[in-house]
């Protein structure tokens, strides 16, 4: 995939909030999906649109995560 983007990221107490996307390649759209859940995050990396989500890639965990994962314990309920 030949897509560069920019992050823009505020750091808070709890997590990074996402500011701004910025797509600088000019040739191809930037999709982005986002859904604000509970930590953990489990972040799914689709190559387009139409993959389904059993072929995403997970990145799990995040490394903003990493010490919220050492004292709470996954909820089940939170999966996808």
């Known amino acids: 995939m030949a897509l560069m983007c920019n992050w823009v990221v505020l750091l808070t107490q709890l997590i990074p909030l996402l500011l701004q996307v910025w797509n600088t390649n000019e040739r191809e759209d930037l999709q982005v999906l986002v859904i604000i859940s509970r930590p953990p995050v489990k972040v799914f990396i689709y190559e387009d649109w139409s993959m389904p ?28």
């Open 53 to 80: 989500h059993t072929a995403a890639k997970l990145k799990f965990p995040y490394h903003w995560d990493e010490e919220c994962l050492l004292t709470t314990p996954p909820s089940a309920k939170d999966e996808l």
